[in-house]
Nanobody, 122 residues
């Protein structure tokens, strides 16, 4: 089975930027980023299609985050700008189990990375 691994998390001040990477050990369908803050449910952040560059961003990150992919390297990136303390969470990369799905339902993603911590200080 394909494995995913995230990197790029860390501690940053409010207004700063981070770029998360999601590397895959094999080919995947669409990939997405989710995040989970302590005591909260896992939340959809962004997704990108497996063949096209179609992307979906949650309303909470539109205008600040962008998702992109490097097909040659098989890496998906999440560029996070103008970070806010409420962005603090563990960020997870996930790969969809079906060819065309790229929505926000966690049950549609069958491969998950271990997560990377993002902490934004005020």
């Amino acid at each position: 089975q394909v494995q995913l691994s995230e990197s790029g998390g860390g501690l940053v001040q409010a207004g700063g930027s981070l770029r998360l990477s999601c590397a895959a050990s094999g080919r995947t369908f669409s990939r997405a980023w989710f995040r989970q803050a302590p005591g909260k449910e896992r939340e959809f952040v962004a997704s990108i299609g497996w063949l096209s560059s179609n992307t979906i961003l949650s309303d909470s990150v539109k205008g600040r985050f962008t998702i992109s992919r490097d097909n040659a390297a098989n890496i998906v990136y999440l560029q996070m700008n103008n970070l806010k303390p409420e962005d603090t969470a563990v960020y997870y990369c996930a790969a969809a189990g079906s060819r065309f799905y790229m929505g926000p339902r966690t049950v549609e993603y069958d491969v998950w990375g271990p997560g990377t911590q993002v902490t934004v200080s005020s």
